[in-house]
């Protein structure tokens, strides 16, 4: 066990061994930078059904491009070329197809534990890389150093490091140790997420439809009669929902889809977990602290875009992490953290009126998005930049 590591030995300390974190400690060390990640554990196999684990993540082709870089790509990874959007109360649909910008696929469904274990697998092979097991109990910052204190099962451990990164979730205990506030927008809503067997096959499409409750999406796995289900809704509905049989809840799920894969013929257990947008007031807190992925941001699954926004961070970060850099030069992250915050708040405000334009029952508003999405479908062109937004693409060419 540890007592204390010192911080010529340990250049970055980086907290959260999630997809983001450990995907930054693996950039970062294989840049020369000497790296200790810390968690409270191992991570462990989530709920699975019908073989495959119940956690997803979309990922899109820029998100790809990163992991392939560090050697951690998924064998299981689900590639989708289509997305299908339509509404409880439209008559326009909007089809999105990878073809149209120049691309085979427009991104990935990748499964959370066989993602975390090839990443993990990395983390324990690298010789620049340190973990370390326990919880964050304290962080101290100097204009030379930052010394952060794990409880290792009722131990105190020091860990005195150059920069630390803190990728340790919505509820980063290094933000809080650091008293950096968040903002938050309360949604009111649940995500209900499962897997579920169809009847028709999914056709390498991504389905989503705006109820009037809230949007639900259908995304496929490399099975083609399965999808993992991510249904935004009440609390109100979602508990309720919670409480249905199996073939009560496939029954609803089938009208809920407008059966655009037949039946639902068999689902998973359900999960279901409060939806809560939030925004920290800083990316960079102190010269040699920077929030990363969910301890920074949270935002609404309407788009899957979560896992690919802390991606999106550890490439912008890359582009300033050469090595050899001192990573605490005072102003070295000023641009990249206005940057993030900005396009953070965007996103937010983005989905947060997705949400309030599609949930809003007044028939002059629904004839309006009518209007507006058959417009939109009708130019290639419009199409085109929101695929390459919603992808990523529209950053990896500039």
Same mark, same amino acid.
Request: aromatic fraction near 6%.
């Given at each position: 066990?540890?007592?204390?590591?010192?911080? +010529?030995? %340990?250049?970055?300390?980086?907290?959260?061994?999630?997809?983001?974190?450990?995907?930054?400690?693996?950039?970062?060390?294989?840049?020369?930078?000497?790296?200790?990640? #810390?968690?409270?554990?191992?991570?462990?196999?989530?709920?699975?059904?019908?073989?495959?684990?119940?956690?997803?993540?979309?990922?899109? @082709?820029?998100?790809?491009?990163?992991?392939?870089?560090?050697? &951690?790509?998924?064998?299981?990874?689900?590639?989708?070329?289509?997305?299908?959007v339509w509404e409880e109360r439209g008559t326009s649909r909007l089809a999105f197809d990878a073809a149209s910008a120049q691309r085979s696929e427009l991104g990935w469904l990748v499964e959370v534990a066989p993602l975390l274990a090839k990443l993990w697998q990395r983390l324990e092979e690298h010789s620049n890389i340190t973990l370390a097991f326990g919880s964050v109990t304290d962080v101290v910052t100097t204009d030379q150093s930052v010394a952060l204190s794990l409880d290792q099962g009722g131990e105190t451990t020091t860990l005195d490091?150059?920069?630390?990164?803190?990728?340790?979730?919505?509820?980063?205990?290094?933000?809080?140790?650091?008293?950096?506030?968040?903002?938050?927008?309360?949604?009111?809503?649940?995500?209900?997420?499962?897997?579920?067997?169809?009847?028709?096959?999914?056709?390498?499409?991504?389905?989503?439809?705006? $109820?009037?409750?809230?949007?639900?999406?259908?995304? @496929? &796995?490399?099975?083609?009669?399965?999808?993992?289900?991510?249904? &935004?809704?009440?609390?109100?509905?979602?508990?309720? *929902?919670?409480?249905?049989?199996?073939?009560?809840?496939?029954? =609803? !799920?089938?009208?809920?889809?407008?059966?655009?894969?037949?039946?639902?013929?068999?689902?998973?257990?359900?999960?279901?977990?409060?939806?809560? +947008?939030?925004?920290?007031?800083?990316?960079?807190?102190?010269? /040699? =602290?920077?929030?990363?992925?969910?301890?920074?941001?949270?935002? %609404?699954?309407?788009?899957?875009?979560?896992?690919?926004?802390?991606?999106?961070?550890? %490439?912008?970060?890359?582009?300033?992490?050469? @090595?050899? #850099?001192?990573?605490?030069?005072?102003?070295?992250?000023?641009?990249?953290? /206005? +940057? *993030?915050? !900005? /396009?953070?708040?965007?996103?937010?405000?983005?989905?947060?009126?997705?949400?309030? $334009?599609?949930?809003?029952?007044?028939?002059?508003?629904?004839?309006? *998005?009518?209007?507006? =999405?058959?417009?939109?479908?009708?130019? +290639?062109?419009?199409?085109?930049?929101?695929?390459?937004?919603?992808?990523?693409?529209? %950053?990896?060419?500039?």
């Amino acid at each position: 066990c540890l007592n204390m590591v010192s911080a +010529q030995a %340990h250049s970055v300390v980086i907290a959260g061994g999630g997809p983001v974190g450990a995907a930054t400690a693996l950039s970062l060390a294989g840049r020369g930078y000497a790296v200790t990640l #810390v968690d409270r554990a191992h991570p462990q196999p989530g709920p699975s059904a019908f073989g495959m684990d119940i956690r997803n993540v979309a990922l899109s @082709p820029r998100s790809a491009t990163l992991l392939r870089q560090i050697d &951690s790509w998924p064998e299981q990874a689900a590639a989708y070329t289509k997305m299908c959007v339509w509404e409880e109360r439209g008559t326009s649909r909007l089809a999105f197809d990878a073809a149209s910008a120049q691309r085979s696929e427009l991104g990935w469904l990748v499964e959370v534990a066989p993602l975390l274990a090839k990443l993990w697998q990395r983390l324990e092979e690298h010789s620049n890389i340190t973990l370390a097991f326990g919880s964050v109990t304290d962080v101290v910052t100097t204009d030379q150093s930052v010394a952060l204190s794990l409880d290792q099962g009722g131990e105190t451990t020091t860990l005195d490091t150059d920069f630390l990164i803190a990728s340790d979730g919505a509820k980063s205990a290094v933000r809080d140790a650091l008293n950096v506030s968040v903002r938050q927008w309360p949604t009111g809503q649940m995500a209900v997420t499962t897997v579920v067997r169809t009847e028709r096959p999914h056709d390498a499409t991504a389905w989503q439809r705006f $109820l009037l409750d809230g949007p639900l999406a259908l995304l @496929p &796995s490399m099975d083609p009669h399965l999808c993992s289900i991510v249904w &935004s809704q009440s609390e109100q509905q979602a508990t309720q *929902r919670l409480t249905l049989s199996d073939s009560e809840f496939c029954s =609803v !799920l089938t009208r809920a889809s407008e059966a655009c894969l037949g039946n639902i013929q068999e689902a998973a257990p359900r999960q279901a977990f409060p939806l809560n +947008q939030q925004l920290a007031a800083a990316a960079n807190p102190h010269r /040699r =602290v920077l929030l990363l992925g969910d301890a920074l941001r949270v935002v %609404h699954p309407l788009a899957g875009l979560g896992v690919n926004l802390g991606f999106e961070d550890l %490439h912008e970060l890359l582009t300033i992490a050469k @090595p050899n #850099v001192d990573l605490g030069r005072l102003g070295l992250w000023d641009k990249f953290a /206005r +940057q *993030r915050l !900005l /396009r953070s708040e965007i996103m937010l405000r983005s989905l947060d009126g997705l949400k309030r $334009l599609y949930g809003n029952p007044d028939p002059w508003v629904g004839w309006l *998005r009518n209007a507006g =999405v058959g417009l939109f479908g009708r130019r +290639q062109w419009l199409q085109r930049k929101a695929i390459e937004e919603a992808t990523g693409l529209r %950053h990896l060419s500039g």
